[in-house]
């Protein structure tokens, strides 16, 4: 006796049960996979700093700000030559510091100017300054960090100026504070100079890095757009460190784990940042970690450093990966409440170990900071970018 139904139905719900299954398998199979390349990964990256996989899984969440602006990862593709590049020259630019300046100290394999950031699923708009000024119309941009965050201050400068190069401008630089007003547009942008965002407290026994203050914050309040940056000065040892000891609550020893003091001091950022910053006035982002070419095996190379590296890597990834510093700065990024956008230039800017100074600075080879024009002037097309929405 028959229930009303057609004679192939049942084959069809059949396939239908089947299809769910096989894509329940799938599913199932590629969170184990997940779980198991996060294991490998801890396996193999110790140290006094904990990095658990529920920490990575929290920083997967922080790399995932900013993301999505195009409908792509902006930030995951490779580099392309592009004639049209640079967007300026160097000669009429008066913002680029010597340290930066390649051309001036003689570098004349001009190729490293010639490539452009192609995302693998979309094209990044081209920067345009003009667009940018407008937008920021009367606003205050700041940018906060160390020498990273200047080499993308003077980046931007030379591309806002170049944009309008008859603009009137006003330049200042004192105490650590630098500034350089569009007054055509209203428009200020300041870089503030401070390496590990907490602060380094003068006390009786001498220098303490207090990875629990952050006083020198006022100075970033009232601003439109922050841009942050930390992470180089923190590896600095000896004498090249300008602390003695680190503060720790209410521990103070001569030193710690770097990776631990930077967590501990990032987090204090963070809280600064949810306690201190209303996202319907002012836009915040952090730099990703700038990573530097001092060991060629990094690349699977034989060289030493970047000396004479003349191509950036092919491809979009880079042999060594992710930077520990990296990872610990997603955790930090993932427990943050206000909307902070992360400026995922770390994998990009790895590929490029043919743009920094080199021998082409002021002294030694260089391999930290960036050439102007250069790499820099993709960080700020990402920067551009994320204000096109």
Request: glycine share 8%; aromatic share 12%.
């Amino acid at each position: 006796m028959g229930f009303g139904y057609p004679n192939n139905i049942f084959p069809l719900l059949l396939l239908i049960v089947l299809f769910v299954q096989v894509h329940l398998f799938v599913v199932v199979t590629l969170a184990k996979t997940q779980v198991l390349s996060l294991s490998a990964y801890n396996t193999n990256h110790t140290s006094d700093f904990s990095v658990t996989s529920s920490s990575l899984l929290k920083g997967r969440k922080g790399r995932a700000k900013g993301r999505g602006i195009l409908g792509c990862d902006i930030y995951r593709g490779r580099w392309v030559v592009d004639t049209s590049y640079p967007l300026y020259a160097a000669s009429s630019c008066p913002y680029i510091d010597s340290e930066f300046d390649c051309l001036k100290h003689g570098r004349s394999d001009t190729q490293y100017l010639k490539y452009a950031w192609k995302p693998d699923s979309c094209n990044l708009p081209r920067f345009d300054g003009v667009d940018l000024l407008n937008k920021w119309r009367g606003k205050k941009v700041m940018f906060v960090g160390d020498s990273l965050s200047l080499n993308q201050w003077e980046s931007l400068a030379c591309l806002l100026h170049a944009s309008v190069p008859n603009s009137k401008t006003t330049f200042m630089r004192s105490n650590g504070l630098t500034s350089l007003a569009f007054q055509d547009y209203g428009l200020t942008i300041y870089l503030y100079r401070t390496p590990y965002l907490v602060d380094i407290v003068k006390q009786r026994i001498g220098r303490v890095l207090n990875l629990d203050s952050i006083k020198g914050g006022d100075a970033w309040k009232g601003m439109d757009v922050l841009v942050f940056n930390s992470w180089h000065w923190w590896t600095h040892t000896g004498d090249l460190q300008p602390f003695d000891y680190i503060q720790d609550g209410s521990n103070v020893s001569k030193d710690m784990d770097r990776l631990a003091a930077y967590y501990k001091g990032m987090t204090t950022w963070g809280r600064w940042v949810d306690l201190n910053v209303d996202p319907t006035k002012t836009k915040v982002f952090f730099q990703g970690i700038s990573p530097t070419h001092y060991m060629g095996k990094e690349w699977g190379s034989s060289s030493r450093n970047c000396y004479g590296e003349l191509q950036p890597i092919e491809g979009g990834s880079y042999p060594a990966g992710l930077p520990e510093a990296q990872v610990v700065l997603n955790k930090v990024l993932s427990s943050i409440k206000k909307p902070v956008t992360l400026l995922d230039v770390t994998t990009l800017s790895q590929l490029r170990k043919d743009a920094h100074p080199s021998s082409f600075g002021d002294s030694g080879v260089d391999c930290s900071h960036w050439c102007v024009p250069g790499l820099p002037d993709t960080w700020n097309q990402l920067l551009y970018t994320s204000f096109l929405n």
